[in-house]
Each structure stands twice: as structure tokens, then as C-alpha cells.
């Protein structure tokens, strides 16, 4: 079981800045950070493989954002920049193995989850 908390959320003018946080009870190999809106399905933002061997990101966040984790692994960062107010979601911390030394890119690949923090990010 692994327990995560996530931190940092808020409001925002475009073209602002957000760190979030998310906080692991235990290391895992893969973690990463996914966002939802009521109407879209959730979608992968970043993910990030032991202490950032391996990073991926979404096309939409390439160049704007950065994921990291700490030298532990029990901390995971995403370093959101240049905000959009597409960006508007409730952003979740997810944890799970690797698969064939790769972080898995879809939701379901994941098995634990944090509440979820909100990020609004106003025109």
C-alpha cells in the first residue's frame, strides 16, 4: 500500500507558475502526475522513472512543465511555467511499477492515487 498526498494547487494568472507537490509513504519505481477535468477523461501530464533515469510528458505541458523527485524518490515535484488556462484540472500523484524499465503512460497502470489538488489558471 502507498499512501500520497498531494500539495501546491491553486489559482493562477496565465502565464504563471505552480510547483506541485506529492508526498510517498514508500518508494515506488514510476510516479507521475495525471489531470482531469469534469469533461475530459484524465490524461497523463508527466511521468518520471526512479529519480528521473527517465522523464516523458505530455505534448500539451513539453517545454512548460518539469517533473522531479527527490534523491529518496518519496517526493515528486511537477514545475508547472507559462501556464494556460487549459492547464485548469485537478491534477493527481500516481505511483505504480515500471514495466520493461519504462514508466507506463496510461491511468490504469497506475495503482495508488492521491486526492488530488486543484490548479486553476484564469485569462
Known amino acids: 500500500q502507498v499512501d500520497l498526498a498531494e500539495s501546491g494547487g491553486g489559482s493562477v494568472q496565465a502565464g504563471g507558475s505552480l510547483r506541485l507537490s506529492c508526498a510517498a509513504s514508500?518508494?515506488?519505481?514510476?510516479m507521475g502526475w495525471f489531470r482531469q477535468t469534469p469533461a475530459k477523461e484524465r490524461e497523463g501530464v508527466a511521468t518520471?522513472?526512479?529519480?528521473?533515469?527517465?522523464?516523458y510528458y505530455a505534448d500539451s505541458v513539453r517545454g512548460r512543465f518539469t517533473v522531479t523527485r527527490d534523491i529518496a524518490g518519496k517526493m515528486l515535484y511537477l514545475h508547472m511555467n507559462s501556464l494556460l488556462p487549459e492547464d485548469t484540472a485537478m491534477y493527481y500523484c500516481a505511483a505504480g511499477p515500471g514495466r520493461g524499465g519504462l514508466c507506463p503512460q496510461r491511468d490504469i497502470d497506475y495503482s495508488y492515487w492521491g486526492q488530488g489538488t486543484q490548479v486553476t489558471v484564469s485569462s
Open positions: 514508500i518508494h515506488t519505481i514510476c
Open positions: 518520471i522513472y526512479l529519480s528521473g533515469v527517465r522523464t
